[in-house]
C-alpha cells in the first residue's frame, strides 16, 4: 500500500473484514487472488504487453541467488507451502 492510510481507509478496510472473515477460507483466498489481480492489472493496463514483459524479465530473471538444484527449490517449497497459523489481519 502507498503512503499511510487515512482513518476512512482503515475503516472501510475492517467493515469489510468484518463481513469477509466469518466466510470459508477458500472464498477468502480466491477473493485474496481477484483483489491483488485487479490492483496489478490496474497497474499493467499503463503500459503496452511488451513493455510489461520487458519490465517482468527485468525484475524478476536471474534474481535466485543460491546453489539449490530445482528440485531441492521444489522440495523446500512444497516442504514449506502450509501454515497452520491463521492470518491476522487485525489493525488493519
Not at 28 to 51: F, I
Amino acid at each position: 500500500m502507498a503512503g499511510t492510510m487515512t482513518n476512512i481507509e482503515n475503516n472501510t478496510i475492517r467493515m469489510y473484514w468484518n463481513a469477509l472473515r466469518s466466510m470459508s477460507k477458500n472464498i477468502r483466498l480466491g477473493l485474496a487472488v481477484k483483489l491483488t489481480n485487479s490492483v496489478l492489472e490496474e497497474e499493467r493496463k499503463e503500459m503496452s504487453d511488451e513493455a510489461y514483459t520487458e519490465e517482468m524479465l527485468n525484475k524478476f530473471f536471474g534474481k535466485w541467488e543460491g546453489n539449490e538444484t530445482a528440485e531441492e527449490l521444489m522440495g523446500i517449497i512444497k516442504q514449506n507451502s502450509s501454515s497452520s497459523e491463521p492470518i491476522s489481519f487485525e489493525g488493519v
